[in-house]
């Protein structure tokens, strides 16, 4: 848990760096993108992903644009997510998906994880799908989800239960293959449970959450 936090964290430091990418074109029809060092009348430096430090007087240059990251549409896409549900009790919350994206708005996915629910702990497996607002490098997203709960202890007794939920993310992406989110949503479980030790007393439980996530997305 503590390291996907940390690569979590090390990768959404590396966005902040993505943003300041720039894609310096060269009166000569060249073109190169890096990290813009300084820029000022004499000219522009810059550091390339390399770690190559190129320097251009002001006449070699046509012009400066902020670097957009085309987004791969279709495909397959792996996804990790990463925070915390809340409700009755507060839990985390890991999933792992994976699916295909049948372009820039719409992919579906199955997903494989561990929460935990009345302190019991359960595996959630989950068919997911996701619209994004818009066909850009950063968009807005709405997901839904429904499935299976299964039990990682007390088979017997703990027949698990079904789940679903719903939620709104924010996605950036800082490369045409990976994408950073936060989301915000509501999950729902209902859960059943027998008692074999009284006359095989069934007992339901109903869990309603809210879940904050974090996730990466490669594509």
Known sequence: MKSLL??????STSVLFAQQDRTVKLK???EIRGRLLDLDSTGVRLQTKDGSIWSFASNEVAGIEKFTPKVSGKGIFLRAEVGVVGGSELSPSIL????YSFNEH?????AIGWENYFWDAYV??????RYNILNKHWTPFVEVSTGYLMPM???DNNSGGLGSGVKLGYTKYFGNRMGFSTSLGYRYAYLKEVNSWWDD???IRHANRIELKFALTFK
């Open 106 to 110: 719409w992919d579906v996915g199955l």
């Open 96 to 99: 792992f998906s994976n699916g």
């Open 124 to 129: 959630p497996f989950l068919a997911t799908g």
């Open 201 to 203: 007393f069934i007992t």
């Open 6 to 11: 940390l690569i979590l964290l090390t990768l």
């Open 28 to 30: 000569n029809g060249s």
């Open 153 to 155: 202890r007390n088979w």
